[in-house]
């Protein structure tokens, strides 16, 4: 096979790996914050004990300003008792103060009942930050080792891209225009094995003289059909010679 051939083929598969490893790196950040997402769960668990725990002090503060209002409305008509005139005020002012105690008790017992649901909220709070903790720590791991490989692959780009300059320089400017062009043109898949006598990505047949010259691997050959570089290599049960009788029913190929 001609230098230059083999130097298509290697630029080719360079410039696949080189897409390779670009995707990679570029896809990073998105990585990145695919495996921040896996603390979302966690986060809104330890949120939410947060938030418990806040709504909790705010009716224990509620309910301890009630018991206060009741207290001094209390201690106000134990001061108007010493000034009543009649049995009757005076009762009614002992039934006033007596609802009020009534009130408050009713009112412990639900500060109580808050008293006792904190102890989940904290304890559930603790289990939080502990987890939170735990899967930072995890993500955090994951996150390096993910930049870690980005860095590594950065390093094999570099080196990829060194030789593919330099494979660049030693085309002629014909081909290197060809090979930008169609790598461009075909999405990098600029070179085509033929087989059979036919082009193995558009399978289109080649003409006999066509085939001949290709099968020389001597110098570059489009196809006329995809214009992608055809090369040959014999199949390891055929013999060196060309295939005999070709078949008449083909398009033109291009030289360059
Ligand atoms: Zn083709």
Redesign the pocket.
């Known amino acids: 096979m001609s230098p230059e051939l083999k130097t298509i083929i290697r630029l080719q598969d360079l410039d696949q790996q080189i897409a390779q490893l670009s995707g990679w790196i570029q896809a990073l950040p998105r990585h990145l914050a695919e495996i921040e997402k896996q603390l979302e769960d966690i986060r809104r668990d330890h949120h939410e004990a947060q938030e418990r725990i806040a709504a909790n002090q705010k009716q224990r503060k509620q309910h301890d300003l009630e018991i206060q209002a009741i207290e001094q409305k209390n201690s106000k008509y134990n001061n108007q008792l010493l000034d009543v005139k009649t049995n009757t005020e005076y009762r009614a002012f002992l039934n006033e103060i007596e609802f009020g105690k009534a009130a408050i008790r009713k009112i412990e017992d639900q500060i109580l009942q808050l008293m006792i649901d904190m102890e989940g909220h904290e304890k559930r709070l603790k289990e939080t930050e502990a987890e939170l903790k735990r899967q930072r720590q995890q993500v955090a791991a994951e996150q390096q080792e993910a930049e870690q490989s980005s860095r590594k692959k950065q390093t094999e780009l570099e080196v990829l891209m060194e030789e593919r300059k330099s494979l660049i320089a030693g085309l002629s400017g014909t081909a290197q225009d060809l090979y930008e062009r169609l790598a461009k043109l075909r999405n990098g898949e600029v070179m085509?094995l033929v087989r059979d006598q036919t082009?193995?990505?558009?399978?289109?047949m080649l003409r006999p003289q066509t085939f001949n010259e290709v099968m020389r691997n001597a110098e570059i050959i489009q196809?006329?059909?995809?214009?992608?570089i055809?090369y040959w290599i014999p199949p390891p049960e055929a013999n060196s010679s060309p295939a005999s009788a070709p078949v008449e029913n083909t398009v033109d190929q291009t030289k360059v």
């Open positions: 085509a082009c193995t990505v558009c399978h289109v196809c006329s059909n995809c214009q992608r055809l």
